[in-house]
């Protein structure tokens, strides 16, 4: 039986992998570089996450013989001005802030921390 995931973690996973790529990657690159030790999804699983990110404006999806995917970069006051409309839109923003601070990985959530003037690990 395959482990469970914590919230978040198969999408912090694959934006992780995609910002680690020198280039588009496909989503069976993707599978092929996924971490040791973690439980390794379905094909049609990263898919569905890589079509709900670029949904959402995080991922570029590129055409061609197998779609490739890449982390759409914006500029760091429009990324703010997106998060901060998602945070005011929530019903309950100490969720959504927690849900946000979920899916960061080790390296934006020390940036995050001395954004914000908390100790750093």
């Excluded at 973690?38 to 569905?48: H, L, N, Q, R, S």
């Excluded at 995080?58 to 409309?85: D, K, N, P």
């Excluded at 005011?88 to 003037?117: I, K, N, T």
């Amino acid at each position: 039986m395959v482990g469970r995931r914590a919230h978040g973690q198969l999408k912090t996973t694959v934006l992780t992998l995609l910002r680690e790529a020198d280039a588009p990657v496909t989503a069976r690159m993707l599978l092929e570089r996924w971490p040791a030790g973690d439980p390794v999804p379905a094909f049609t699983t990263v898919i569905t996450v890589l079509t709900r990110l670029q949904q959402a404006g995080a991922v570029e999806r590129i055409e061609g013989q197998e779609a490739r995917f890449a982390l759409r970069h914006v500029a760091g006051g429009v990324a703010a001005e997106s998060m901060l409309a998602a945070l005011f839109e929530s019903a309950d923003r100490g969720a959504a802030l927690m849900s946000f601070a979920e899916q960061l990985d080790p390296r934006d959530l020390d940036l995050l921390r001395r954004a914000v003037g908390g100790p750093t690990p």
